[in-house]
């Protein structure tokens, strides 16, 4: 699969200095690690919501692929730190710094340390649907419009 061409540009002098930049943990990563680009640790209490810099801005500049940012999942499940919005979308005509929002699910204080990899990002390709109205389906399916749980716990 070719490689996207994606400007990277530096906005935050600490990163690729003292703070590593984005990469890949291993050949068989899927996501670049994002750190904590940090002058100093920064404590999020249980309940709160933090918002991270990444020290970094990105030109996709390709409609047809979006970044993707992933909470770490040894964070989430060890310390309840998630992503504050689940996910995050990058559409590729946004140039500003990545922000990272982090929200302390758990009961404890979590302290976040100055390069610590905090969530990741990954680069998808989009399929932009088009919305068509219609008074209904052309074709009919098993489940219909079951909704939730329609097709069973097991």
């Known amino acids: 699969?070719?490689?996207?061409?994606?400007?990277?540009?530096?906005?935050?002098?600490?990163?690729g200095s003292s703070i590593p930049l984005p990469q890949r943990a291993t050949n068989g990563s899927a996501a670049l690690d994002l750190r904590a680009c940090l002058e100093q640790p920064v404590t999020i209490k249980p309940g709160e919501t933090v918002v991270i810099p990444g020290g970094f801005a990105i030109n996709i500049n390709d409609p047809d692929i979006v970044a993707i940012l992933a909470p770490r999942s040894g964070l989430g499940?060890?310390?309840g730190l998630v992503l504050a919005n689940c996910i995050g979308v990058i559409d590729s005509d946004y140039q500003g710094e990545i922000k990272i929002g982090l929200h302390n699910q758990s009961?404890?204080?979590?302290?976040?340390?100055?390069?610590?990899?905090?969530?990741?990002m990954m680069f998808m390709p989009v399929m932009a649907a088009?919305?068509?109205?219609?008074?209904?389906?052309?074709?009919?399916?098993?489940?219909?419009?079951?909704g939730l749980g329609s097709t069973g716990t097991d």
């Not at 404890?108 to 610590?116: D, H, K, L, M, W």
């Open 1 to 15: 699969m070719k490689q996207p061409d994606i400007e990277t540009r530096i906005v935050n002098p600490l990163l």
């Open 77 to 79: 499940i060890k310390h």
């Open 107 to 120: 009961k404890i204080a979590y302290t976040v340390q100055p390069g610590e990899r905090v969530c990741q």
């Open 130 to 146: 088009r919305l068509q109205l219609v008074d209904s389906f052309s074709t009919k399916t098993d489940r219909g419009d079951g």
